[in-house]
């Protein structure tokens, strides 16, 4: 049973930074894809970015804004999120499953974290 805590949310203003992470309970880097979703206020749970093995995806709001990215020791996976817009606010959940497609399906995952809220005011 893998478990994943993300960390790194918070208040910001549109065009700032700001890097989430997600620690897994157990090394998945050769094992795991691993994805970023997001879910708004009053929306559906959406797709943000994945990872797995070199391959990486993005979804097209995001892409050339945000990096997705682990660390060497495959326990970690980051999301790097730059010229922020209030449209990025929603809580960020960080999710992994057995596989080496980097899915954009939230049904494909079967491990999720607990969130991190993101606000981005104008």
């Known amino acids: 049973q893998v478990q994943l805590v993300e960390s790194g949310g918070g208040l910001v203003q549109a065009g700032d930074s700001l890097r989430l992470s997600c620690a897994a309970s157990?090394?998945?880097?050769?094992?795991?894809?691993m994805g970023w979703f997001r879910q708004a206020p009053g929306k559906e749970r959406e797709f943000v970015a994945a990872?797995?093995?070199?391959?990486?995806g993005y979804a097209d709001s995001v892409k050339g804004r945000f990096t997705i990215s682990r660390d060497n020791d495959g326990n970690t996976v980051y999301l790097q999120m730059n010229s922020l817009k209030p449209e990025d606010t929603a809580v960020y959940y960080c999710?992994?499953?057995?596989?080496?497609?980097?899915?954009?399906?939230?049904?494909?995952?079967?491990?999720w974290g607990q969130g991190t809220q993101v606000t981005v005011s104008s």
């Open positions: 999710a992994a499953y057995r596989g080496a497609w980097a899915g954009r399906d939230s049904k494909m995952y079967n491990y």
């Open positions: 157990e090394r998945i880097y050769s094992r795991y894809a």
């Open positions: 990872i797995a093995w070199f391959t990486t």
